[in-house]
Nanobody, 115 residues
């Protein structure tokens, strides 16, 4: 059974930092491309950042230079370090594992940026 379990969400003030973690089980983690998505109320889910099995990263423009995605294959874990957070970063953040026709999602973790 495949499981992706996110953690690290919470309440953060504008300009603050949070680190999200996603630990996978039931998949050969190191061959999967991993991504972080987010969905704000009333909006579509959007890709925030991704990292390939080879370590190549990609970011949406609005988070580039503020967020960093990384992975630790020994721990089956992908991270999203978020800094200089803005109100518009408020959303449920989801972890995704993708390989060819295999696509798995975590349950999501809430991130709220508020003063």
């Amino acid at each position: 059974q495949v499981q992706l379990v996110e953690s690290g969400g919470g309440l953060v003030p504008p300009g603050g930092s949070l680190r999200l973690s996603c630990t996978a089980s039931g998949i050969l983690f190191h061959v999967y491309n991993m991504g972080w998505y987010r969905q704000a109320p009333g909006k579509q889910r959007e890709l925030v950042a991704s990292i390939t099995s080879g370590g190549t990263t990609n970011y949406r423009a609005s988070v580039k230079d503020r967020f960093t995605i990384s992975r630790d294959n020994a721990k089956n874990t992908v991270y999203l370090q978020m800094t200089s957070q803005k109100f518009e970063d408020t959303a449920v953040y989801y972890c995704n594992a993708n390989l060819a026709n295999s696509d798995y999602w975590g349950q999501g973790t809430q991130v709220t940026v508020s003063s």
